[in-house]
């Protein structure tokens, strides 16, 4: 369904990207991890259109969309949360979740029938929390609203950037269960970026490993674990051998 594939994109002198690939099917959870710098923001980024690739060719359902800004990403059918919080501060929870429906209701109709906000809240854990302004909330409840935000948009496909960041081990793994479950519910794709490892294998059928902008394994996470390369990116070159 979505398909990166030969991306390229550097900033200046710094080769962020130099032959990234990133997949991931309708119903499954992939998982996207590297080192700090490795690039996976960046691949995230080019991927939903906040950057250009120099190189590449993404896909979305047998339709080339590289280079396509945000927002007609968006409306493609693929949603994003970031590595830093981006909410409404002052709208409340469930005026956060309704902007971005709204919209795709007005240019996509037919998947927005599929989407019931309260359903949403509620999924999140966020029903009671519904008329609180956003801003007031705590971080780990702020990054619960994005994510079901996202979902607003009936997404075919939803990227995640570090969503475990700054959650204890109890919210780690509620998350994890939350993200199967509206992967289950809804048959979206869902590209998660973490460091936690054991929360990526927990929930991800497939992971991309990435190192210096390349991506240098691909599988099922127990094969990429006994993957040479990925041992010496993690572990350092004397495991790997
Ligand atoms: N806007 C930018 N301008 C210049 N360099 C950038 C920019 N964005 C990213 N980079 C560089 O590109 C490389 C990849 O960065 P990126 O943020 O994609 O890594 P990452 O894998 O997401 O790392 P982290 O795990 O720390 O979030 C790094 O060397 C980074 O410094
Ligand atoms: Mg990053």
Redesign the pocket.
């Known amino acids: 369904m979505l398909s990166a594939t030969g991306i390229e994109k550097a900033?200046?002198g710094?080769r962020?990207?130099s032959g990234a690939t990133l997949e991931c099917s309708a119903g499954e959870i992939v998982g996207l991890i590297?080192?700090?710098?490795?690039?996976?923001?960046?691949?995230v980024?080019v991927v939903t259109g906040f950057?250009k690739p120099d190189m590449g060719s993404i896909v979305l359902d047998g339709r080339e969309i590289a280079g396509r800004d945000p927002q007609r990403i968006s409306d493609a059918g693929i949603a994003r949360t970031f590595?830093n919080l981006r909410v409404f501060r002052e709208l409340t929870v469930r005026q956060n979740v309704e902007v971005a429906f709204l919209r795709c209701r007005q240019l996509r109709p037919q998947k927005a029938a599929k989407v019931d906000v309260d359903v949403l809240l509620a999924e999140f854990g966020l029903a009671e929390l519904a008329d609180t302004a956003a801003g007031s909330l705590p971080y780990g409840t702020q990054r619960w609203m994005e994510i079901a935000r996202a979902m607003a948009t009936a997404p075919d496909i939803l990227m995640l950037?570090?969503p475990a960041a700054g959650l204890n081990d109890e919210e780690t793994k509620r998350l994890g269960q939350t993200i199967s479950a509206i992967c289950e519910r809804t048959g979206a794709g869902i590209v998660v970026?973490d460091?936690d490892l054991r929360f990526i294998n927990s929930i991800c059928a497939r992971i991309f490993v990435?190192d210096q902008?390349r991506s240098i394994a691909v599988g099922e996470p127990e094969a990429v674990w006994k993957d040479p390369k990925v041992i010496e990116v993690y572990v350092g070159p004397e495991a790997a051998v």
Do not use: C, R, Y
Not at 36 to 42: E, I, P, R, V, Y
């Open positions: 900033f200046g710094v962020a990207l590297g080192p700090n710098g490795a690039g996976k923001s960046t691949l980024n950057l590595q950037d570090e970026i460091h990435m902008g």
